[in-house]
Every structure is written in C-alpha cells, then in structure tokens.
C-alpha cells in the first residue's frame, strides 16, 4: 500500500500544483491548455489505482482470496476506463502539441475555450459510455465457473468463465479495443509526422520546443503502450512458459508504474512545473 500512498501522493501535489496556480499572483502560469490537460492526466492515474490497489487490499485481508461478482465487475470498469482515457488523453496532448509547434501564432484562436470542453468530455465519457456498455454486456453472462487466474478481474477472463455464447461480446470487445487504442495511436502517429516534418524544416527553437516538450510524452506514450501490449497479449495467447512471478509483475506494470511514472516525468523535466513546486515548498518554510 506504499505504493499506492506514493501515487495518490504524488500525483495529488501536481494536480493542486496546476488547480492552485494563479496567473494574476504568480510570475509563471500552469493555466495553458497543456496543463490542464496534463492535470486530466494525473487525475487519471488517481482512477486507475484506486481501482487496482483498495481491490488487492480487500483480497489480502480476506481470509479466502475471493472478490465479489459485483466488486468484480466494478472493478474490470474501473481498470477498462483507465486504459482508455490514458490513450486518449495522451492522444489529445499531442493534438496541443501539435497546433503549439505547427500553429503557434495561431494556437490561441485555435485552441479555444470551447475546445478544450469538447476535448475533455470526448476524452472521459466516450471510454466512460464504452465501458459502461462492456460491463453491462459481461454482467449479464451466466458464468460457468469463478477462478480468475490474474490479480485483478479483466473482462477477456470473465468473458471465457461464460456458458453462453459470447459472441456480441467478443465483437463489442474488438471494437472498445479499435475506439480506444487505435484510433488514439492514429492520431498521436499523424500529428508526431506533422510535428517532425516542422521540425527538420524549422529553426533551432522551434526544434528544441519541440524536443522539451514532446519527449516527456513519448516516454510516457511508449511506457504505458509496453505494459498494456503484454498485458493485451498475456490475456489473448498462453504465457505459461514465462514465471508465474514475472507473469504478474508484468500484468501489473501498466497499472502501477505508469501513476508512479507520469508525476516523476513531468514534475522533474516540466520547467515550470519544477519552478513552481518549488516556489510553493520555499514560501512554506
């Protein structure tokens, strides 16, 4: 549970960081649309934990193991969302990005207030509605059995626990898998070709704005995308080769190191971030 205080913690200081920043009091604003979509991200990792680590706790503590159905399924929704707002948001920072380097003299007229409403409800309610429809759809299965041989419950494993046919599901499943991951890799892929493609045309500032604010989110795109591609392929092909031990660390990387991961990157490499933790920490002591 250490853990779990060091993610709640860290990420819980970024997001008061941002929402506590005041342009009219202090010499450096955190209100820019990159933050805040930033501070989107960081609340993200706040609902993915929660919906791994209090469900390991109730399993430790109980005397048998077991997880309830409903708990169950509460938490295959908690854990489904996570992954695709994660994808998502991740998707929509590099949109931001990409009008900033791309369009900078016109990044203001572009990225407008209204926008960035529309942004924030796509990136949470489509995964939110998707995954609402997933769990109805799991929920309503007459299970023919209830070991789930994971830490935590997934749809894929209650979905083979099934005595009905599973077909709706298995199709519904593709297309949640399509929505939430391959379109927002898509649209990172496009506007990362836009934004080299300015790059290697462009000045040197325009290269290094590039460079310090991109690199941040490609380490954080390429570190979640390595743990959810095995934990993709863990449920789908037969990883019984592999240690039992290593099989759950790797399960559990997706969902426990990226909450670790995204504070450290961007609190450390984010000047301004790392300007006004700092301020903050100074003017307290």
């Not at 990792?45 to 209090?54: A, I």
């Not at 992954?83 to 791309?102: F, P, Q, T």
Request: with cysteine; net charge positive.
């Amino acid at each position: 549970m250490s853990l779990y205080v060091l993610i709640v913690g860290s990420n819980l200081l970024l997001i008061v960081v941002i929402c506590m920043n005041r342009s009219l009091h202090e010499p450096i604003s955190l209100h820019e649309p990159m933050y805040l979509f930033l501070c989107s991200l960081f609340l993200n990792e706040l609902f993915g934990s929660t919906g791994l680590f209090p469900f390991l706790l109730v399993q430790i503590l109980s005397d048998i193991h077991t997880l309830s159905a409903p708990l169950c399924f509460l938490q295959n929704f908690f854990l489904y969302c996570y992954g695709g707002v994660e994808y998502l948001n991740l998707a929509v920072m590099s949109y931001d990005r990409y009008l900033a380097i791309c369009y900078p003299l016109q990044y203001n007229t572009r990225m407008t207030f209204n926008k960035i409403t529309v942004l924030f409800a796509v990136t949470w309610l489509g995964p939110l509605l998707l995954c609402v429809v997933m769990t109805s759809l799991s929920s309503s299965l007459q299970l023919c059995g209830n070991i789930i041989e994971k830490v935590y419950c997934d749809n894929y494993s209650i979905v083979k626990l099934a005595c009905d046919d599973t077909s709706v599901n298995n199709i519904y499943g593709l297309i949640v898998t399509s929505l939430s991951i391959f379109c927002p890799l898509i649209l990172i892929f496009y506007t990362y070709m836009k934004i080299f493609r300015v790059c290697f045309s462009g000045c040197k500032q325009t290269r290094q704005k590039a460079v310090s604010t991109c690199t941040p989110h490609l380490a954080s795109l390429l570190n979640f995308s390595c743990g959810a591609c095995f934990e993709v392929l863990q449920s789908r092909f037969n990883m019984n080769n592999l240690p039992n031990t290593l099989r759950i660390v790797l399960s559990l990387y997706w969902l426990a190191c990226q909450p670790v991961f995204n504070p450290l990157l961007y609190g450390l490499n984010m000047s301004k971030i790392r300007i006004v933790c700092k301020s903050l920490v100074f003017a307290q002591m």
